[in-house]
């Protein structure tokens, strides 16, 4: 099968916007957290019941590590979601997010508690929204097309 530039330019587009709007809900998140210093990541930690619910514990047992954790999170998100607007850096921060997501997700999968309430908006049995927006980050950063039209073109035609 032949590959046509014009479709590449289609797969293109449609990767940086893909890149482009998943930074944009990292770098929300992570501006809201910062710019509301009530937020905590207690109410989430408190709710895990699945594998790591006893490090979520161990984490909300421990005020500062309790503060640590929410620091780690609100930069992450800020520092993720910027590189993948940017388009800096783009494979690792596809990949950081997709840890930090995959995170979230064994700390409360949507599994957990569905006999007691059956299917929500967004999440399916075993797949959530979350899940998604992992694996669409694993695919940008194993993706070359994805690091296209970004400061990362930039930066390996300097380093070149």
Request: overall charge neutral.
């Amino acid at each position: 099968m032949e590959i046509r530039t014009k479709d590449l330019k289609w797969q293109l587009g449609t990767l940086v916007v893909l890149r482009f709007l998943i930074g944009w809900h990292f770098l929300y998140e992570g501006l809201y957290k910062l710019i509301h210093p009530e937020w905590s990541s207690l109410g989430f930690l408190a709710s895990s019941q699945w594998i790591f619910s006893g490090v979520a514990e161990w984490f909300i047992s421990n005020t500062a590590v309790l503060n640590t954790v929410d620091a780690l999170n609100t930069w992450g998100l800020i520092t993720i979601g910027l590189g993948l607007i940017l388009g800096l850096f783009t494979r690792a921060a596809s990949l950081a997010g997709t840890c930090l997501l995959l995170l979230y997700y064994l700390f409360n999968p949507p599994f957990i508690g569905m006999e007691l309430t059956g299917p929500m908006e967004g999440n399916y049995l075993m797949v959530n929204k979350t899940l998604i927006e992992a694996v669409t980050l694993l695919y940008i950063a194993v993706t070359p097309l994805s690091r296209s039209l970004g400061l990362d073109t930039l930066r390996k035609k300097y380093n070149a």
